[in-house]
């Protein structure tokens, strides 16, 4: 989507390796949010930021870490990927109380062999 | 855990039909959003309902929502191949400016031509 891009698009890795996703903006958005997508679950919030340097914990956060430095980047990190971490990651932007809904970017799909 | 549940899980319609898709949700809420997510892509903000409006149109979708029942519908009318895709509905609990989304786990809407 326009505004927001995550890299990479598709990725394999090893279990036990760490893996860092990416996601830009050039909305100058204030909320950032990570999500996975699973078949039968649909989507789940891992963490999510209100500003550099803020950022909480999702319903799914175990396992993954985050890092915002500066607006436009928020950096999804696996820090010793596991099968279980097999997914669809979004990131997703907004303003204050969402009002005008999220933006969601195309999705990393990473697998962990 | 998932706030809103959506009902079908899955809905195959004739294109022409109108396609209606039910979310039910079990807390209060600030606002409640649909979104339609393309296969192998991210997802679209269709429309919000604040927890003070009960209905809303946007072009050929319209969506109710009953705070007492804890439900909301969202109509599709004059459906087009083209819609076929899985929609989803999320609600925003948040206080103040924070805003985070809990997703159901989607519906699959088939539009056959």
């Known amino acids: 989507d326009a505004g927001i891009t995550q890299s990479p698009r598709h990725k394999v890795t090893e279990t036990g390796t760490p893996v860092t996703l990416r996601c830009h903006q050039t909305?100058?958005?204030?909320?950032m949010y990570w999500y996975r997508q699973d078949p039968g679950h649909g989507l789940r919030l891992i963490h999510y930021?209100?500003?550099?340097?803020?950022?909480d914990k999702g319903e799914v956060s175990d396992g993954y870490s985050v890092s915002r430095s500066k607006t436009e980047d928020f950096l999804l990190t696996l820090e010793s990927a596991t099968s279980s971490q097999t997914s669809v990651y979004f990131c997703a932007i907004s303003e204050p109380r969402g009002f005008y809904g999220y933006t969601f970017g195309s999705g990393t799909r990473l697998t962990v062999v | 855990s998932q706030q809103g549940e959506e009902d079908p899980q899955a809905l195959s319609i004739q294109e022409g039909e109108n396609a209606t898709m039910n979310c039910s949700y079990k807390t209060s809420i600030n606002n409640l959003q649909w979104y339609r997510q393309n296969s192998g892509r991210g997802l679209v903000h269709l429309i919000l309902i604040r927890s003070n409006e009960r209905e809303k149109h946007s072009g050929r979708l319209r969506v109710t929502l009953d705070t007492s029942k804890k439900s909301s519908s969202l109509l599709i009318t004059a459906s087009r191949a083209a819609d076929t895709a899985s929609y989803f509905c999320?609600?925003?609990?948040?206080?103040?400016?924070?805003?985070?989304?809990?997703f159901g786990k989607g519906i699959t809407l088939s539009v056959r031509p």
């Open positions: 999320a609600t925003d609990s948040s206080a103040g400016a924070n805003s985070k989304l809990t």
């Open positions: 909305e100058n958005h204030r909320y």
């Open positions: 930021s209100y500003g550099v340097k803020d950022t």
